[in-house]
C-alpha cells in the first residue's frame, strides 16, 4: 500500500484555473491536427472549475479540460476528465 504524506496530499483548490471544453462531432473531440482547440467554459478557481465539470452529463466529461498550475504530484498543468474526477473524490476527503 502506497501512503503519500500530508504534505504531498495538500491541494490548493484556490489556486487559479480555467476549465476548457474540446469541440466534437459525434461526441469526439476535435482533431487539434485539424485546428481545434479547447474553448473557455470558466475561468476561477480550481474548486470552481471542479464544480462546474462535474455539473456536465458523464457523457461530455471526455471533451473537458482544467488548466491551472502544477501542484505536486497531484495536479498537473493539464487535468484530464478522469484526473479532475479523481481530485474531485480526493477534495472530499481533504
Not at 487539434?32 to 470558466?42: E, F, R, T, V
Not at 478557481?45 to 466529461?61: A, G, N, V, Y
Amino acid at each position: 500500500m502506497v501512503r503519500m504524506s500530508d504534505k504531498e496530499a495538500q491541494i490548493n483548490f484556490d489556486a487559479h484555473a480555467t476549465l476548457r471544453k474540446w469541440p466534437s462531432a459525434n461526441s469526439e473531440r476535435a482533431s487539434a491536427s485539424l485546428g481545434a482547440s479547447p474553448y473557455l467554459i470558466i475561468d476561477g478557481t480550481l474548486d470552481e472549475c471542479i464544480r462546474k465539470f462535474m455539473s456536465h452529463p458523464k457523457s461530455q466529461h471526455h471533451l473537458h479540460e482544467i488548466h491551472t498550475a502544477p501542484q505536486s504530484d497531484l495536479v498537473s498543468a493539464i487535468l484530464s476528465a478522469e484526473h479532475i474526477v479523481e481530485i474531485a473524490r480526493l477534495r472530499d476527503f481533504l
